[in-house]
């Protein structure tokens, strides 16, 4: 399984940004697919995540109302609508999949393949 974050940058507060992660090499017929972050200091937050089987999301609290993930089957991505943008949000955001289930949680232990980040810096 390979994952291809994209789509990172520099945003003022309240602004907006839509990060792209392309997956493939898949073999299970279900799998979850969660964007993580991770910010200086800190540990990595599961943000969002979607079930390949009946697109089922999670939303972790600080996401909820500003970030919308969806995916396309047909170009196998999934994408991180982000707006709303606060400095707090800025990390390096990863996406993450798991391959033994199709329901998408938090954990980041759960998850088997990783992509390499993409930085989000929401910055005046």
């Known amino acids: 399984v390979q994952l291809q974050a994209s789509g990172g940058g520099l945003v003022q507060p309240g602004g907006s940004l839509r990060l792209s992660c392309a997956a493939s090499?898949?073999?299970?017929?279900?799998?979850?697919i969660t964007w993580f972050r991770q910010a200086p200091g800190k540990e990595r937050e599961g943000v969002s995540g979607?079930?390949?089987?009946?697109?089922?999301?999670y939303y972790a609290k600080s996401a909820k109302g500003r970030f919308t993930i969806s995916r396309d089957s047909a170009k196998s991505t999934v994408y991180l609508q982000m707006s709303h943008l606060k400095p707090e949000d800025t990390a390096v955001y990863y996406c993450?999949?798991?391959?033994?289930?199709?329901?998408?949680?938090?954990?980041?232990?759960?998850?088997?393949?990783w992509g390499r980040g993409t930085q989000v810096t929401v910055s005046s």
């Open positions: 979607i079930s390949n089987s009946d697109d089922s999301t």
């Open positions: 090499g898949f073999t299970s017929v279900y799998y979850a």
């Open positions: 993450a999949a798991d391959v033994h289930t199709a329901v998408a949680g938090p954990s980041p232990e759960d998850y088997e393949y």
